[in-house]
C-alpha cells in the first residue's frame, strides 16, 4: 500500500523560496503507471493544481504560475520535491501530495495527509 508523506517549513516569508518533499514508501516513483502531484487547498480558489513530475521524469506546471515553480525527484530516496519561489500570501495554503492517473481530482487514488503552508511576513 503506497503512502505519500509532505515534510517542509509551515512558515515563509513573502518572496522567499518555498521548498516542500514528499516522501513516498510502498511504491516506486519511477513506476511507469502514475503522475506524483502537488496540489494545495486555498480560502480564495479551493483546490488547485500545482504540478507533477511523473514516472518517467515528464514534468508539467500550474500556467499562472509557470515561471516561478519547479519540481525535482531523488530517486534514491523515493522522493520529489516542489519549489516555489518568491512567494506571496496567495500562496498560502494546504499542500498535498498526491499520486495518480493525471492531473484531475477524479483520477487521484493516494493523498498525503497535507501541510499548512503560510506565507506572511
Not at 517549513?9 to 522567499?16: A, D, I, Y
Not at 487547498?41 to 515528464?58: D, M, N
Not at 525535482?72 to 495518480?100: A, F, H, I, M
Request: positive net charge; charged residues 15%.
Amino acid at each position: 500500500q503506497v503512502q505519500l508523506r509532505e515534510s517542509g517549513p509551515g512558515l515563509v516569508k513573502p518572496s522567499q523560496t518555498l521548498s516542500l518533499t514528499c516522501t513516498v514508501s510502498g511504491g516506486s516513483i519511477t513506476a511507469n503507471v502514475y503522475y506524483w502531484n502537488w496540489i494545495r487547498q486555498t480560502p480564495g480558489k479551493g483546490l488547485e493544481w500545482v504540478a507533477y513530475i511523473h514516472s518517467s521524469g515528464r514534468i508539467d506546471y500550474r500556467p499562472s504560475r509557470k515561471s516561478r515553480t519547479s519540481i525535482s525527484r531523488d530517486t534514491s530516496k523515493n522522493q520529489y520535491t516542489l519549489q516555489l519561489t518568491s512567494v506571496t500570501p496567495e500562496d498560502t495554503g494546504v499542500y498535498y501530495c498526491v499520486r495518480g492517473g493525471g492531473t484531475s481530482l477524479q483520477g487521484f487514488n493516494s493523498w498525503g495527509q497535507g501541510t499548512q503552508v503560510t506565507v506572511s511576513s
